[in-house]
C-alpha cells in the first residue's frame, strides 16, 4: 500500500497495524501512534507497494485492543503474540578519549542494546525480523567502512547483552540511503522461530575476517507461525556463493544468482517443514537496486524467474558491499490449518 493510503482506512484498520517499514519520495505526516519508520529513497517502481504494514489478526477480529508505549527512543506496539518496534537514533558525537569507536558503530550499539532491553522487559524473548537503514554505508570513516563500523556495533551489543551469535538469529537486511539517521525496525515475539540457512552459502555469521573486524549477525531467513499464519522472512538477499560476490558489473547475472539464492532459502524452509508451503509466485519482494537506471533489466529478469506477475517495490539505494548491484529481501505468508 502507498504511504497516504494508511490513513485512508477505518480508525479500526489503524488501530490493528503493529508497525509498518515505508518509503516516501519526501517528508509528510503521520499518525504518531503507529510505529514506523519513513525512510526517504527513490521509488523505481510499485509505489502500491511502498509500505509494508504488519496487522494483528487477533486485533482485527476481537475488540482487544493492541498495547502501545515507548522506551528510550524505542516506539512500539504489540498483541500477546507480536511486538512492533521502530527506533531512529542520529548518530553520536565522538568522545575526546581518542580511543572511541566510530560514531555509527556506537549509535548501533546503543539502538541495539535499547531493543534488547525492551525484549527482557515486556517478555518477547524471540526476535524474528530486523529492518536496518543508514547513511552512506559503503563510505569510509575511522579507517573502516560504515556497514563494518555497523555490523561491530550491532555484535557488541548481542555480546555484551548475552543474545546468541551464531545460529538460532534473525532475519535481517541492512541497506543504505542517501542521508538520514540510523534507523531500525524489528519484530519480536513469543513463539521461538527457526533459523534457516542457505546451503548455496557461507552463514553470515561465519564469514571469514576479510569481511570485517565482526561478522554480521542474522540469518539467512526467519521461520514462524503466529496468529494462524505460517510466516517466511527472508533476509536481504544478493549475489553471493560462498562468502564471495559473484557477476561483478553484470546487474542481470547478478539478478539470476540472487533468485538462485532465494529458491535455495525456499526449498530449505519447505524442507525444514516436510511440504511444499512456499514458493517465488506467492511472496511479496522488497528489491534494492543501486543503479536507477538498472530497473528495467532487474525486473524483467525476476517476471522471467518467476513466469508471471510480481508482487514488488524497487527502490534505489545501497547494497552492504560496494561491488553488489541490487539485493532482494521477501516475505511469504502461508495460511496454516490446524486440526
Not at 509528510?28 to 529513497?41: C, D, F, K, V
Not at 498495547?67 to 512492533?84: K, M, N, V
Not at 536481504?236 to 559473484?246: D, M, N, Y
Request: with cysteine.
Amino acid at each position: 500500500m502507498p504511504f497516504s493510503g494508511i490513513f485512508q482506512q477505518s480508525r479500526s484498520w489503524q488501530e490493528s497495524i503493529l508497525g509498518a517499514v515505508c518509503f516516501v519520495e519526501s517528508s509528510t505526516g503521520s499518525n504518531t501512534e503507529i510505529p514506523m519508520i519513513q525512510l526517504h529513497a527513490p521509488i523505481l517502481d510499485g509505489a502500491d507497494a511502498a509500505c509494508e504494514i504488519w496487522l494483528s489478526n487477533a486485533a482485527l477480529s476481537s475488540d482487544k485492543p493492541l498495547g502501545h508505549g515507548s522506551h528510550g527512543a524505542i516506539q512500539y506496539r504489540f498483541s500477546d503474540e507480536l511486538l512492533f518496534g521502530v527506533i531512529s537514533l542520529p548518530e553520536s558525537a565522538p568522545t575526546q578519549t581518542g580511543t572511541e569507536s566510530a560514531p555509527l558503530q556506537q549509535t548501533t550499539e546503543s539502538a541495539y542494546r535499547q531493543i534488547f532491553a525492551l525484549m527482557d522487559d515486556l517478555d518477547y524473548p524471540y526476535t524474528y525480523r530486523f529492518w536496518n537503514y543508514m547513511a552512506d554505508i559503503n563510505g569510509i570513516s575511522h579507517g573502516l567502512e560504515r556497514y563494518r563500523q555497523f555490523n561491530v556495533g550491532r555484535k557488541d551489543a548481542f555480546l555484551a547483552c548475552g543474545r546468541e551469535v551464531s545460529g538460532q538469529l534473525p532475519a535481517a537486511c541492512a541497506l543504505g540511503l542517501a542521508d538520514g539517521p540510523l534507523t531500525i525496525a524489528f519484530l519480536l515475539g513469543r513463539k521461538a522461530p527457526i533459523a534457516i540457512e542457505n546451503p548455496r552459502q557461507v552463514s553470515a555469521y561465519e564469514y571469514p575476517e576479510e569481511y570485517g573486524p565482526q561478522t554480521p549477525s542474522f540469518s539467512r531467513a526467519t521461520l514462524l507461525r503466529a496468529e494462524q499464519d505460517d510466516l517466511l522472512f527472508i533476509s536481504g538477499t544478493a549475489s553471493i556463493v560462498g562468502h564471495q560476490t559473484r557477476h561483478e558489473s553484470d546487474v542481470v547475472a547478478q539478478t539470476k544468482e540472487t533468485l538462485a539464492n532465494l529458491d535455495a532459502v525456499i526449498a530449505e524452509a519447505n524442507r525444514t517443514l516436510g511440504e511444499q508451503k512456499f514458493d517465488l509466485q506467492n511472496i511479496f519482494f522488497r528489491v534494492y537496486i543501486r543503479h536507477a537506471a538498472d530497473l528495467s533489466l532487474v525486473r524483467n529478469e525476476i517476471q522471467h524467474h518467476i513466469g508471471g506477475t510480481i508482487k514488488a517495490v524497487f527502490v534505489q539505494a545501497d547494497i552492504c558491499r560496494q561491488e553488489l548491484l541490487l539485493e532482494i529481501e521477501a516475505t511469504a505468508t502461508h495460511r496454516a490449518e490446524f486440526a
